[in-house]
C-alpha cells in the first residue's frame, strides 16, 4: 500500500474540513485542534489507490467470521422497459428503488480490498452497463463528469464533464446536490443525468467504453431564479420526468422535446431522487409531502393523491433539508415507504400506493434512538420489511474526524398484514451515511461504518449485517483517514456481486478472495 507523509495528512484533514465547517472535539474533555487554514484538499493523486496511512496498522483489519448464503425472498420487482437491468440502473437499483440486489455480494472468505484514486472527486452515483463496466457520475469542486471505468482494475476507460460549478455561487459543494447528484441508464447505454447549467444531458457508452454527450434538452425556460434541476426518471411509457429543487415537476418527450410542467404547493423543496413502476405511478417526496403523480394521455404531470408526513421542526444533524431524507421505497404491487423527520424519533410509515384506495395509511413505526434519530438514505427493501439506518449527527466530514463518529443505529420493520413492527434494532452499528444495500442472494445488507476510537484513528469498514437476526457477520478495513470517508456514496454490488463504494478521494473495491 502506498503510505501517505503525516504532514500531508494534516493537510488533506484541514483542506476538507474547512469545505464543510470546524472540526470540534470528540468531547468536552478534548481539545479542539489548532487551526489549519489555507492547506490544500485530500492529496489524492488520481490512477493510483487511495492513500493509505500508518495507522492501517493499529486497527483491526477484519472482525467476524465468513458466512454461508441465506437467500432471502422477496417481492418481484418488474424490469423496467426503459431502463437497464434491475440492479444496474441507478444509485437506489431499480424502478422501485429497492437498494437491494439479486445477487450475492461478499461472504467474507479471504476479503480482498482495493482501490483507485481520482483526486477529490467522488462517484456518487453508479450504474453498471451491458458491459458489466461501471458508469459513474462523479461530483468535485470543479463539477460534475461521467467515468466508465473497468470493473475490476478500477482503471478510467474515458470521461467526459457534464457540468461545471460556479463556486462563486456560494454554495458548499459537499452538500450541494444540485444538477448532478442523480442519472439513470437506459437498456442501450444511455446515460440521462441533469446538470448544473438546467438541462437534461443525453450520454452515451459505447461497446468500447467511450462516451459522447449526444444531446441535451434546456428546462432553464420553466425555472425559477435560484431553482436546480435535483432528479431524473422515466415512466413505463419512455418519458424521462424532471424535478426542481423548488418543487416543480415536467415530463419531456424525447422525440418531440415538448416539456409539460407543473407546479407543487409553494415552499415544498425535492432533495432525494424518485420511484416509479408499471401502474404509470411516478412518486417523489417533497420536504412536506408523499405523492403520487401520474400523466394525462398528452404527457401533462398531475397529483393522484398527496400524503403530509410529520417533518419536524428543524433541520436535523446528518440531513440535507427539514424533511425526509428517503426516496420513496416500491415494496410489491402495494406498498410505498418512507421514512419522516419526526420527534422525538423518526418513523417509518408505509401507505398503499394504488389510486383506488380509500384508506392509504398502513402502519407509522418510531424507529431509532429518542432525541437523536434522522436518515438522509432510502429505506432497504428486503424482503416484506424495511432496513433503516441512523445518519444523526453527520453535519459534514468534520463529524468523523479525530476518532469521533455519528449515532449509532440499524433497525429492521416488518410489514405485516395488520401493520407494521420492529424486528430488531442494532445500536452498536455506526453507519454515518453508508446508503446500505441489500443482498438477497445471501441475506446479509451491507454498510460502511466507522466506531468510535479513543484513540483517535479514523477508521472505516465495510460491514455486513444478517438481514434476519441484525447480528454483525463481519467487518472489513478499507483504511484509515479522511479519504475513507463516503459522505453519503452509496454502496453498490455488480453483476458478479463484487461490492464497491466511493469515498470523497475515490472507489473501493471488496470482493471475495
Known amino acids: 500500500m502506498r503510505v501517505l507523509p503525516a504532514a500531508r495528512v494534516v493537510a488533506a484533514v484541514a483542506g476538507l474540513a474547512l469545505l464543510s465547517g470546524p472540526i470540534t472535539p470528540a468531547s468536552a474533555d478534548d481539545p479542539a485542534p489548532p487551526a489549519l487554514p489555507g492547506?490544500?484538499?485530500?492529496?489524492?493523486?488520481?490512477?493510483?489507490?487511495?492513500?493509505?496511512?500508518?495507522?492501517?496498522?493499529?486497527?483491526?483489519?477484519?472482525?467476524?467470521?465468513?458466512?454461508?448464503?441465506?437467500?432471502?425472498?422477496?417481492?418481484?420487482?418488474?424490469?423496467?422497459?426503459?431502463?437497464?437491468?434491475?440492479?444496474?440502473?441507478?444509485?437506489?437499483?431499480?424502478?422501485?428503488?429497492?437498494?437491494?440486489?439479486?445477487?450475492?455480494?461478499?461472504?467474507?472468505?479471504?476479503?480482498?480490498?482495493?482501490?483507485?484514486?481520482?483526486?477529490?472527486?467522488?462517484?456518487?452515483?453508479?450504474?453498471?452497463?451491458?458491459?458489466?463496466?461501471?458508469?459513474?457520475?462523479?461530483?468535485?469542486?470543479?463539477?460534475?463528469?461521467?467515468?466508465?471505468i473497468d470493473p475490476v482494475t478500477l482503471d478510467v476507460v474515458d470521461e467526459l464533464q457534464v457540468s461545471q460549478r460556479e463556486l462563486t455561487s456560494g454554495a458548499n459543494p459537499l452538500t450541494d446536490i444540485c444538477g448532478g447528484t442523480y442519472?439513470?441508464?437506459?437498456?442501450?447505454?444511455?446515460?440521462?443525468?441533469?446538470?448544473?447549467?438546467?438541462?437534461?444531458?443525453?450520454?452515451?457508452?459505447?461497446?468500447?467504453?467511450?462516451?459522447?454527450?449526444e444531446r441535451d434538452w434546456s428546462m432553464a425556460s420553466y425555472l425559477a431564479e435560484g431553482d436546480c434541476l435535483v432528479a431524473t426518471g422515466v415512466d413505463w411509457k419512455g418519458r424521462v420526468w424532471w424535478f426542481s429543487q423548488q418543487g416543480k415537476v415536467g415530463t419531456l418527450d424525447r422525440a418531440t422535446g415538448a416539456v409539460k410542467v407543473t407546479s407543487l404547493p409553494a415552499g415544498e423543496g425535492i432533495f432525494n431522487s424518485i420511484s416509479v413502476d408499471e401502474t404509470g405511478g411516478v412518486y417523489p417526496i417533497t420536504t412536506h409531502a408523499t405523492y403520487r403523480l401520474d400523466a394525462t394521455a398528452a404527457g401533462q404531470p398531475q397529483v393522484t393523491w398527496r400524503i403530509p408526513y410529520d417533518r419536524g421542526t428543524q433541520l436535523k444533524p446528518g440531513t440535507l433539508s427539514q424533511g425526509s431524507g428517503t426516496s420513496p421505497t416500491l415494496i410489491g404491487r402495494r406498498w410505498i415507504a418512507i421514512a419522516d423527520n419526526a420527534e422525538p424519533r423518526t418513523n417509518v410509515i408505509v401507505y398503499d400506493r394504488r389510486k383506488q384506495v380509500v384508506n392509504r395509511h398502513h402502519c407509522t413505526v418510531p424507529v431509532l434512538a429518542d432525541g437523536a434519530s434522522a436518515t438522509e438514505n432510502s429505506l432497504v427493501a428486503a424482503g416484506n420489511s424495511l432496513i433503516i439506518e441512523n445518519n444523526?449527527?453527520?453535519?459534514?466530514?468534520?463529524?468523523?474526524?479525530?476518532?469521533?463518529?455519528?449515532?449509532?443505529?440499524?433497525?429492521?420493520?416488518?410489514?405485516?398484514?395488520?401493520?407494521?413492527?420492529?424486528?430488531?434494532?442494532?445500536?452498536?452499528?455506526?453507519?454515518?451515511?453508508?446508503?446500505?444495500?441489500?443482498?438477497?442472494?445471501?441475506?446479509?445488507?451491507?454498510?460502511?461504518?466507522?466506531?468510535?476510537?479513543k484513540d483517535l484513528i479514523d477508521a472505516w469498514y465495510v460491514t455486513a449485517i444478517d438481514i434476519r437476526t441484525g447480528k454483525v457477520?463481519?467487518?472489513?478495513?478499507?483504511?484509515?483517514?479522511?479519504?475513507?470517508?463516503?459522505?453519503?456514496?452509496?454502496?453498490y454490488l455488480g453483476p458478479d456481486g463484487t461490492l464497491y463504494v466511493a469515498t470523497v478521494a475515490g472507489l473501493v473495491r471488496v470482493s471475495d478472495g
Not at 395 to 411: E, M, Y
Open 392 to 453: 444523526y449527527g453527520y453535519d459534514g466530514v468534520q463529524a468523523t474526524l479525530l476518532g469521533r463518529s455519528t449515532t449509532p443505529g440499524l433497525a429492521r420493520v416488518l410489514i405485516q398484514a395488520n401493520g407494521c413492527r420492529v424486528a430488531w434494532t442494532n445500536n452498536q452499528v455506526i453507519a454515518p451515511t453508508s446508503v446500505a444495500k441489500a443482498s438477497l442472494g445471501n441475506g446479509l445488507v451491507y454498510a460502511y461504518t466507522k466506531p468510535v476510537r
Open 39 to 148: 492547506l490544500p484538499p485530500i492529496p489524492a493523486v488520481p490512477l493510483l489507490p487511495i492513500p493509505s496511512l500508518p495507522t492501517d496498522l493499529l486497527v483491526p483489519q477484519f472482525e467476524g467470521a465468513a458466512v454461508t448464503p441465506r437467500p432471502l425472498a422477496s417481492p418481484t420487482v418488474p424490469q423496467h422497459p426503459y431502463l437497464a437491468p434491475n440492479g444496474t440502473s441507478s444509485m437506489h437499483n431499480d424502478a422501485y428503488s429497492t437498494d437491494a440486489y439479486a445477487v450475492s455480494g461478499p461472504l467474507g472468505r479471504n476479503l480482498k480490498v482495493t482501490s483507485r484514486s481520482y483526486g477529490v472527486r467522488e462517484c456518487a452515483t453508479i450504474a453498471f452497463d451491458s458491459e458489466h463496466r461501471i458508469v459513474g457520475l462523479c461530483g468535485g469542486l470543479e463539477g460534475f463528469t461521467m467515468m466508465v
Open 183 to 213: 442519472f439513470f441508464l437506459d437498456p442501450n447505454d444511455h446515460a440521462f443525468a441533469t446538470t448544473v447549467d438546467l438541462k437534461i444531458a443525453e450520454i452515451s457508452v459505447a461497446p468500447d467504453g467511450t462516451l459522447t454527450r
Open 473 to 491: 457477520a463481519w467487518s472489513r478495513l478499507t483504511g484509515t483517514g479522511i479519504q475513507w470517508n463516503n459522505h453519503y456514496a452509496a454502496i
